[in-house]
């Protein structure tokens, strides 16, 4: 039998937390009367005192903003100088008192580069440290006037650049990439009223309501404080001790624990705004909007073993394959979908809408595109454009506005802050990859690092000296939705935010079976690495709240009893809308069907079929695939039937999780070398357990048998039949263009 509820530590004060009844007053006290709102109201505002008593502004221009060729910098043809211009005869040498004498403090050059040196560095993010970033531009469908004053969404075919920036949460800025966690997806549209940042994840919820808990959450999810590790994982005592007692993340550990949270590229995941936000028109009617990013490539994502090796080949995976694609002319694509709908709506559904751990089921209000994005230049420079980037989510436009959802409100404050530790002051929006394309005029001045020269003797606004300028831009700028507002001072949350499971239930059950089973078996990993039991108990009691199946295969796998459910907060939850939900399996999105930019390994060796990978690597190369021959060592060999091919990668260089799919070519001897050779049949292996695309082509067959892997009629991503070019090739771009072939998975693994 299990362990009795109350045997699990859970914490018995959740329930309290929620509701009117709950919400902590500070004091009982009646509110004053609002004030007489005609008050003032016969002075003139400041737009139109500044109208009538100054002259007119002359037309500014701010060279700071927005012109990234201005602070170009390329060395090349030009003499080597220090910061000053001064022209360096001599870069190798310190300035010294005699050959072997001491170094002189008057070496000025000396000095100045190693100054400069010792602070190259700035405090990596304190979340999303790691990330990767490209250019692009956001493309509108149709105009959107009706829903939004948004200029980027004012016309068909209109073009707004972008700089987007992926990253993975937990890790330092020198982690891997391919850890299970979450990815950011963080949008900056340089809009021509300004910019807007859409601050985003690959995954549409949150592991709490209310940013009250984030320092909480991050010091949890972050390497322990007391030795500093993990490093970029979740597997740990303190993660998994945090959110077992805060239920509200179990819809968001249903995401990560699958195979979300190991994406096969940053080109091929879905990105999300999460929270509910506004769309306001010129008249000022708002409705409300969530947004969704999909890539054209469709949603494909690693498995746990394939991403735990890729890890140590390539540490930059996702990086690498971004910028690769990019440079190659593939940069990636996604459309921008938004759910709109109203207030009353909103009132209606069973869940908050304010509530960031829950999504708008798209069976309750459709996804309907909007508008592209392509992502097609790579940044000049790392630490100038990718790590200098600041995003805010405080930075919108006119035309969108926030809610009030808890989370976002102390994102609204946290970002913008950090910035001005992370980037040395209040001046960040002058870093020319902040700076806006739209002008910036203000009263704001100096702080460190300021770089625009403001003119005149006016720093105030209103002022007649410098004729009222710059000007309020009225009802023409920017205007908060007048969001009518009732209640209390307090701490507490909406009741409807109590209810933590059913949206985690529809996400499990709208999986595929294999997409179950990586849920199962992620949760069975990361309990089976904590040290403290309790903590996996009051886990698994947490998920039969969620589904039984769920719970009882994870139990299994852990070697324990099922647990009694842990005791809700909310005791009898709201019927949902929606029990299965296909849109939330990756298998919703398989993408175009191209197999453009896959990876592909034909492994080779001295006396291989060189017909037969000329006729492969051509068709592959010619339907967009990437193409490496694999040796047992980089360099040339010799092919069967003459002729000499080159090895561009090796078997240790490049195992097989950096590829989507492998081919054997014939070639008796070629094979024979291979099936000597334990890495060749390694590298096979972990492509069959991983689900990769494979064919072997004549004698190319044996290596697979003598790896182990049997041939299977029902396997299509197996294709050892005689593989002569033409119709083989064919049947594998067809597999290949499947991404995986998952169904060929067994527990344990057969091979
Ligand atoms: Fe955050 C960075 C996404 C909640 C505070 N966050 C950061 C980045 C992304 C997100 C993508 C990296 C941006 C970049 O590439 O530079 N964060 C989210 C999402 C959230 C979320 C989708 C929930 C819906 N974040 C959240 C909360 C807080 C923060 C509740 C604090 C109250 N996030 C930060 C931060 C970071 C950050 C500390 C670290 C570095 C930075 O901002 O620029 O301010």
């Given at each position: 039998a299990?362990?009795t509820?109350?045997a699990?530590?859970?914490?018995?004060?959740?329930?309290?937390?929620y509701g009117?009844?709950?919400?902590?007053?500070p004091?009982?006290?009646?509110?004053?009367?609002?004030?007489?709102?005609?008050?003032?109201a016969?002075?003139?505002?400041?737009?139109?005192?500044?109208d009538?008593?100054?002259d007119a502004a002359?037309?500014?221009?701010?060279?700071?903003?927005?012109?990234?060729?201005?602070?170009?910098?390329?060395?090349g043809?030009?003499?080597l100088t220090?910061?000053?211009?001064?022209?360096?005869?001599?870069?190798q040498?310190?300035?010294?008192?005699?050959l072997?004498?001491p170094?002189?403090?008057?070496?000025?050059?000396?000095?100045?580069?190693?100054?400069?040196?010792d602070?190259?560095?700035i405090?990596?993010r304190?979340?999303h440290?790691?990330?990767?970033?490209?250019?692009?531009?956001?493309?509108?469908y149709k105009?959107?006037?009706?829903?939004?004053a948004?200029?980027?969404?004012?016309?068909k075919g209109?073009?707004t650049?972008?700089f987007?920036?992926?990253?993975?949460v937990?890790?330092?800025?020198?982690?891997?990439d391919?850890a299970?966690?979450?990815?950011?997806?963080a949008?900056?549209?340089?809009?021509?009223e300004?910019?807007?940042?859409?601050?985003?994840?690959?995954?549409?919820v949150?592991?709490?309501?209310?940013?009250?808990?984030?320092?909480?959450?991050?010091?949890?999810?972050k390497?322990?404080?007391?030795?500093?590790m993990?490093q970029?994982a979740?597997?740990?005592?303190t993660?998994?001790?945090?959110?077992?007692?805060?239920?509200?993340s179990?819809h968001?550990?249903?995401w990560?624990m699958?195979?979300?949270?190991?994406?096969?590229?940053?080109?091929m995941?879905?990105?999300?705004?999460?929270?509910t936000?506004?769309?306001?028109?010129?008249?000022?009617?708002?409705?409300l909007?969530?947004?969704?990013w999909?890539?054209?490539?469709?949603?494909?994502?690693q498995?746990?073993d394939?991403a735990?090796?890729?890890?140590?080949?390539?540490p930059?995976?996702?990086?690498?394959?971004?910028w690769?694609?990019?440079?190659?002319g593939?940069?990636?694509?996604w459309?921008?979908g938004?759910?709109?709908?109203?207030?009353?709506?909103?009132?209606?559904?069973s869940f908050d809408?304010?509530?960031?751990?829950?999504?708008v089921?798209?069976?309750?209000?459709?996804?309907v595109?909007?508008g592209?994005?392509?992502?097609?230049?790579?940044?000049?420079?790392?630490?100038?454009?990718?790590?200098?980037?600041?995003?805010?989510t405080?930075?919108?436009?006119?035309?969108?506005?926030?809610?009030?959802?808890?989370?976002?409100a102390?994102?609204?404050?946290?970002?913008?802050?950090?910035?001005i530790?992370?980037l040395g002051?209040?001046?960040?929006?002058e870093?020319?990859?902040n700076?806006?394309?739209?002008?910036?005029?203000?009263?704001q001045?100096?702080?460190?690092?300021?770089?625009?020269i403001?003119?005149?003797?006016?720093?105030?606004?209103p002022?007649?000296?410098?004729?009222?300028?710059?000007?309020?831009?009225?009802?023409?700028g920017f205007?908060?939705?007048?969001e009518?507002?009732?209640?209390?001072?307090?701490r507490g949350?909406p009741e409807k935010?109590a209810e933590?499971?059913?949206?985690?239930?529809?996400?499990?059950?709208?999986?595929?079976?294999?997409?179950?089973?990586?849920?199962?078996?992620?949760?069975a990993?990361?309990?089976?690495k904590?040290?403290?039991?309790?903590i996996?108990?009051?886990?698994?009691?947490s998920?039969r709240?969620?589904?039984d199946?769920?719970?009882?295969?994870?139990?299994?796998?852990?070697?324990?009893?099922?647990p009694?459910?842990?005791?809700?907060a909310?005791?009898?939850p709201?019927?949902?809308?929606v029990?299965v939900?296909?849109?939330?399996?990756?298998t919703?999105?398989p993408?175009?069907?191209?197999?453009?930019?896959?990876?592909?390994?034909?492994?080779?060796?001295?006396?291989?079929?060189?017909?037969a990978?000329?006729?492969?690597a051509?068709?592959?190369?010619k339907?967009?695939a990437?193409?490496?021959?694999?040796?047992?060592?980089i360099?040339p060999?010799?092919?069967?039937?003459?002729?000499?091919?080159d090895?561009?990668?090796?078997?240790d260089?490049?195992?097989?999780?950096?590829?989507?799919?492998a081919?054997?070519?014939?070639?008796?001897a070629a094979v024979a070398?291979?099936?000597a050779d334990?890495?060749?049949?390694e590298?096979l292996?972990?492509?069959?357990?991983h689900?990769?695309?494979?064919?072997?082509?004549?004698?190319?067959?044996?290596?697979?048998?003598a790896a182990?892997?049997?041939?299977?009629?029902?396997d299509?991503?197996?294709?050892l039949?005689?593989?002569?070019?033409g119709k083989?090739?064919a049947?594998f771009?067809?597999?290949?263009?499947?991404?995986?072939?998952p169904?060929?998975e067994?527990?344990p693994?057969?091979?």
């Open positions: 299990g362990a509820a109350a699990i530590p859970h914490n018995a004060n959740k329930a309290a937390e009117e009844q709950a919400a902590r007053h004091y009982a006290g009646a509110h004053v009367g609002a004030v007489d709102p005609s008050v003032g016969s002075s003139l505002s400041e737009s139109e005192s500044s009538k008593t100054g002359a037309p500014g221009v701010n060279e700071v903003d927005g012109r990234l060729a201005r602070v170009r910098a390329d060395g043809g030009q003499v220090t910061n000053q211009g001064v022209p360096v005869g001599d870069n040498h310190s300035l010294k008192a005699g072997r004498g170094a002189l403090l008057k070496d000025f050059i000396l000095r100045e580069k190693i100054t400069h040196f602070h190259e560095r405090p990596e304190i979340v440290a790691r990330g990767s970033a490209a250019h692009g531009y956001f493309e509108c105009p959107l006037t009706d829903l939004t948004a200029s980027l969404f004012a016309e209109k073009r650049p972008v987007v920036r992926f990253s993975t937990a890790g330092e800025r020198g982690s891997k391919t299970r966690d979450v990815r950011g997806f949008v900056k549209f340089y809009t021509d300004g910019n807007w940042d859409l601050v985003g994840n690959n995954i549409p949150f592991f709490i309501q209310d940013a009250m808990k984030f320092p909480d959450l991050v010091h949890a999810v390497a322990e404080p007391h030795h500093g993990p970029a979740s597997a740990h005592d993660f998994w001790d945090f959110v077992s007692l805060m239920p509200e179990t968001m550990l249903m990560v699958s195979d979300r949270g190991i994406p096969r590229s940053f080109r995941m879905q990105g999300f705004g999460v929270h936000f506004r769309f306001v028109n010129a008249k000022g009617e708002s409705r909007v969530k947004f969704h999909n890539p054209v490539l469709g949603t494909h994502s498995v746990w394939e735990v090796k890729v890890s140590g080949a390539d930059d995976f996702h990086r690498r394959d971004l690769e694609a990019i440079d190659a593939n940069g990636p694509e459309e921008l938004v759910q709109v709908f109203t207030e009353d709506q909103a009132e209606g559904f809408v304010l509530d960031a751990t829950k999504i089921p798209e069976e309750l209000v459709p996804v595109p909007v592209r994005m392509v992502l097609d230049r790579n940044p000049d420079n790392f630490f100038a454009e990718t790590e200098q980037v600041a995003f805010c405080a930075h919108i436009v006119p035309g969108l506005d926030f809610t009030n959802d808890p989370l976002l102390g994102r609204i404050h946290s970002y913008v802050d950090t910035q530790s992370r002051g209040p001046n960040f929006h870093i020319p990859i700076a806006p394309l739209a002008q910036v005029h203000n009263n001045r100096d702080g460190m690092h300021r770089q625009a403001h003119r005149g003797r006016v720093a105030y606004e002022n007649s000296l410098a004729g009222g300028c710059p000007f309020q831009a009225g009802t023409d205007v908060s939705f007048p009518p507002l009732a209640g209390d001072e307090l949350h935010f933590h499971y059913n949206q985690a239930t529809l996400f499990y059950n709208s999986q595929t079976g294999w997409e179950r089973r990586h849920i199962i078996n992620a949760f990993f990361e309990l089976s904590l040290t403290v039991p309790p996996r108990q009051r886990m698994v009691a998920l709240n969620v589904s199946e769920l719970a009882q295969a994870v139990a299994d796998q852990l070697g324990m009893a099922l009694d459910p842990l005791p809700r909310m005791k009898t709201p019927k949902p809308e029990e939900s296909p849109a939330l399996s990756l919703a999105r993408g175009d069907g191209g197999v453009a930019t896959r990876k592909v390994a034909i492994l080779v060796a001295e006396g291989v079929d060189g017909k990978v000329a006729a492969v051509e068709a592959l190369i339907a967009g990437v193409v490496r021959l694999v040796g047992q060592r360099g060999l010799q092919a069967d039937g003459g002729g000499a091919l090895a561009d990668a090796s078997l260089n490049h195992p097989s999780g950096l590829f989507d799919g081919v054997v070519p014939g070639g008796a070398r291979l099936q334990g890495r060749a049949l590298f292996r972990d492509a069959f357990r689900g990769k695309t494979l064919m072997g082509m004549g004698e190319g067959a044996q290596l697979f048998a182990g892997i049997q041939p299977d009629p029902d299509g991503g197996l294709l039949a005689d593989g002569a070019a083989g090739v049947a771009i067809e597999a290949l263009a499947m991404h995986r072939h169904e060929r067994t527990a693994p057969k091979v």
